[in-house]
């Protein structure tokens, strides 16, 4: 019976032990993640046949530093349309980005992460896919453009297992080049890898 009770006792024990040792592999420096995002854009809608139809997907490439802070480099999509007549004309963008988080605060077990980053962005911008004249006769004065600009990323990471985790953000871009609007609000979700 006694050897039966220091049995249980060692493995409760040793189960808190490699939880623990599970929790110390997060956010490690020299770690790195892979990470798919989503979202829309200006208080949009995902509904493809919808008139303020504004989306974007991205996927990044990310490594964690010293004090749980991380770089990353990615590249994104985004497609806004905007309604003309009975018609939208789709704005797309194809950006470059690279940034730095900054860790603002987590919780002891290494569940839950909170960033701030910011980052630098270049790309380019197609206007209803290089179509400049439209069904009625009237011709596009937008051009498509190279472009320019920077990013503020307030991003909360939750690990799901030690090797999975939710990603939730919120953005604002300010971009040069573009002939429309130069600030937007993305809202985001995705899932990282943990690759090492």
Same mark, same amino acid.
């Given at each position: ?22 929790? @110390? ?7 790195? =993640?892979?990470? &798919?995002?989503? %979202?829309?854009?200006?208080? %949009? ?12 997907? %991205?996927? @990044?490439?990310? =490594? !964690? ?18 309604? !003309? #007549? ?11 980005? /690279?940034?730095?988080?900054?860790? $603002?605060?987590?919780? *002891?077990?290494?569940? &839950?992460?909170? /960033? $701030? *980053? ?12 290089? #179509? ?6 009237? #011709?596009?004065?937008?051009?498509? @453009?190279? $472009?320019? =600009? @920077? ?5 909360? #990471?939750? !690990? ?27 809202? *985001? ?8």
């Amino acid at each position: 019976m006694i050897m039966k009770n220091l049995y249980f006792i060692l493995t409760f024990a040793l189960c808190f032990f490699v939880s623990d040792m599970a929790h @110390a592999q997060r956010y490690l420096h020299g770690q790195y =993640g892979l990470q &798919f995002t989503a %979202g829309i854009i200006n208080g %949009g809608s995902i509904d493809t046949k919808s008139n303020d139809f504004a989306f974007h997907a %991205g996927m @990044a490439f990310s =490594g !964690y530093a010293k004090n749980g802070n991380r770089w990353m480099l990615g590249g994104e999509y985004l497609e806004k349309r905007y309604l !003309y #007549e009975k018609i939208t004309i789709p704005q797309v963008q194809f950006t470059a980005e /690279s940034g730095y988080f900054f860790k $603002l605060l987590s919780d *002891g077990a290494k569940t &839950f992460f909170l /960033s $701030l *980053g910011a980052s630098a962005l270049g790309g380019y911008e197609i206007i209803n896919w290089g #179509e400049k004249l439209l069904y009625d006769g009237s #011709e596009i004065q937008y051009k498509d @453009a190279f $472009l320019y =600009g @920077a990013a503020l990323t307030l991003e909360t #990471e939750t !690990y799901l297992v030690d090797f999975i985790v939710l990603l939730i953000n919120i953005k604002e871009k300010l971009v040069f080049g573009s002939s429309m609007r130069k600030f937007n609000t993305q809202l *985001g979700l995705g899932l990282k890898f943990i690759i090492n």
